[in-house]
């Protein structure tokens, strides 16, 4: 195996960086107002959108923990790409034109426009732990993977100087910046993903050659109630829970439906990104099966740097791959940076100061994203505790703060007669119960635990807690609207749902929509397809 670059693919490398940032700054006029420098003044066409979308998505964690996850267990961790595909449908078809509608300028202004502010602030907050958690750290552990097999380099050398490139751009050009250089990110890594897939497939003879040398329960994508990881129970009914979350009402990905210029646009953009959902399964977990073929007992999230590093891999091509790479790792860090930086001066400054210029909003804007970026190279080293199966890591972690905003914003949409306290407090113990559990997992891989209760909860499978967790947010919320049945809710009226609800499912003057009625069924044909190919 090789374990360093060649000049070429550091040129190469290089190239790459110095394009991202001059594509990134290109943007630095667009702040005039917190609409241009937090939503690209709402002027998104659906390419912009679709590709936005689908490289914020993508990350480094992808990249390694797919391909662990797929050199460990198989195929089955590609569930979560196709669950994906039914949530993004979801989302263009109905819950974009919802948010369009309401001219609302993060998602968690939902739940004031439909509750109050208190539960608007609340999930503002936990989304700002949440990115930190499951997006950043999770992206420079991933990152370190790599960077240390194939540089030499520490999780914080690379880290760092991922963290501070990608906040330059992020800082000056704000959510513009962001999306120009997703849009040219998603599209290079994910040639260079196929590249090097075919790479790896043509060593071991191919997809049959492949399927020789594994065991078939490596291409079978539902696997028995007991599994430890994808139980097919939990796959059918836990991971929509969790995607609906972070595909229809997580502002990381909203921002773009928020962004774009019409409701068509924000729905052709979902598509795009849903169609483009199909492919991870082959660029990313297949990687990991090739691994597993060719090094045999590798260690889960090794395989994909095993296999970059590996001879298999031409001088120069390499190059290309790892600036894809980094390509997916920096389209996620820059938008993790820009909507933490959003949620904090929407959600938190703006209502504090309502008379705070727009110039002024902006600057707040710049000034979270530095203390982040700062902050980010900080806790670095607390990256040491993620479990070194990162893409179960992250499904796991997002599990126990999900559910309970997907009980909160479903039952939202669907009851009128829902009452702001009764959400805010269905809410708040849903996140207690998922918190503690992600605070006593952590106790017991740190053997900081003996009790056999707590150990019991610790283990149960997460994506089983995921459907406990739902249900018992939503029984708590009906509970507590039948205690406060007597009460007025201003918040609860008809407005809403006028404004909302009601407008948003008249959207005739779409020109295109039998052509979007065509793509998304045909969309769901390869998705339901490829399940009934590795049943």
Known sequence: MENSISLFDSIIIFIYLITVLAIGLKARNQDKNSAEYFLANRNLGWIAVGISIFAANISSEHFIGLAGSGATRGLAVGQFELIAIFLLILLGWIISPIYKNLGIFTSSEFLEKRFDRASRKFYSGISIF??????????????????????????????????????????VGGFSAVVRTQVFQGIFFFITAFVFTIFGLNEVGGIFGLMEKLPADYFQMFKPIDDPEFPWTGIIFGAPIIAFWYWCADNYILQRIIAAKSIENARSGTLL???????????????????????????GDEAYPVLLSSNIIPSGVRGFIIAGFLGAMMSSLSASFNTISELYTIDFYKPGHPNASERTLVLVGRMVTIFIVVFVLLIVPFVKLINNQIYIFLQSTQAFISAPITAVFIIGLLFKKIKSKSAFIGLIIGEFFGLSRFVIELMMKSNLISNKILLAYAKINYLHFAIFLFLITSLMIFVFNYLFQSEYDLNASKNFFSMGMQSSSIDIRMQNIKMNILISGVILILTIGLWYLFM
């Open 130 to 171: 949440t990115y930190i958690i499951t997006k950043i750290l999770v992206t420079l552990f991933a990152g370190g993977i790599l960077f240390n097999r194939i540089l030499g380099w520490s999780i914080f050398s690379s880290a760092s100087a991922i963290v501070l490139i990608t906040g330059i751009y992020t800082l």
């Open 273 to 299: 990104a849903s169609f483009l959902k199909i492919f991870p399964i082959f660029i990313l977990v297949l990687p990991g099966l090739v691994s597993a073929a060719l090094y045999p007992g590798i260690n």
